[in-house]
């Protein structure tokens, strides 16, 4: 993702933009990334077709959200946290931090559609925007008005952070702070899915931390794909496609991989850090089947005759009845 040219620049901030445009694999899933300076704003908007399921990489953000219901809902964002706004909900994100802040945002569709509140604004006459404020259409004259959006400015003035936008709010996930799925020797992996954030229409997000000697076993996720975020660390992955291809890669931090729907594939660690891994989900509830489960669902004698080896062969290999999910590379 870093070799993608930023977009929408202004002072404020920037966003770079992995779309089925730039990357023609994806399908229902695209990701952003957003940084915003200090005191930056990005202007209230919202996305026409998709809804929105962040994380905060760096910094603190203040979401301020309006939807359907005249419903209102203010929270903060930290590092670690992810947040979810639905589709077409009107919303802006602010940096009341003191450094720029950095997230990382996927949406429900290959290629999301924004607008902002003020290309809405000059979509407008004086006379409708009067008419609706009960207001003489000449107020509106001093306002500079486009068809195009701001979308990102500096607010001179520091944004004050209401009390109720620190409690717990049904928008926002603690994704870090919360018990891990899975905790093995070698790494773990924590999950922000319907069944512990019940307000996921259609999206999951999956930390996964693999250390050095860590391997996420070879998997297919049979109806959901892929689309991952290399947060820190290096790793290599292999992916089968249904021709018989095998494409095998190498991936570093901030780069983006997308996998589609049933498609099998491994994931390992190559550094000495530990490799930081975001994964989104086009489901709320993403399931999976790995190979140490899977392959005891058949007999020996089958797989033998399949695979062209003794009984014997799989007889001596330790028998799983549960996915490890994460192993240890001895290899």
Known sequence: MSRLKPQNQSEAGYRIKATKSVFPILNGMS???????????????????????????KGEVLV?????????????????????????????IENVGSERCDLILQFSHE???????????????????GN????????????????????????PTAVPVPEQARHASAY????EGSNPLVEAEDGSARVARKNVWPILKQQALYSLDLKASGMREPHWH??????????????????????????????????????????????????KDTLKLLIFFDQPMPGDIGFTAGVRSYSDEALSSVLGVSPQFFKNLPKYYEDLFIVKKIN
Not at 37 to 51: C, L, V
Not at 111 to 129: H, K, M, N, Q
Not at 172 to 175: A, D, G, K, P
């Open 64 to 92: 301020s959200l309006y939807t359907n219901g005249n419903e209102r809902e203010q929270f903060l964002v930290k590092a670690g946290d992810a947040f979810f706004i639905p589709s077409g909900a009107l919303h802006d």
């Open 222 to 271: 049979p109806e959901t794909a892929e689309l991952g975020f290399v947060k820190q660390g290096k790793g290599r992955m292999s992916i089968l496609s249904p021709n018989g291809d095998v494409d095998t890669y190498e991936m570093n931090e901030g780069d983006v991989y997308f996998i589609p729907k049933a498609y099998p594939h491994h994931i390992e660690n190559l550094g």
């Open 132 to 155: 609706t404020w009960n207001v003489p259409s000449a107020t509106f004259n001093a306002m500079k008005r486009s068809t195009k959006d701001v979308f990102a400015v500096l607010n």
């Open 31 to 57: 990701l952003y990334r957003l940084f915003l300076e200090s005191k930056g704003i990005r202007e209230p908007h919202w996305h026409a077709n998709a809804d929105e399921l962040g994380y905060c990489l």
């Open 172 to 175: 926002r996930y603690h994704l």
């Open 111 to 129: 290629d999301p559609e924004d607008f902002g509140i003020s290309s809405t604004f000059g979509e407008f006459s004086d006379s409708v925007l």
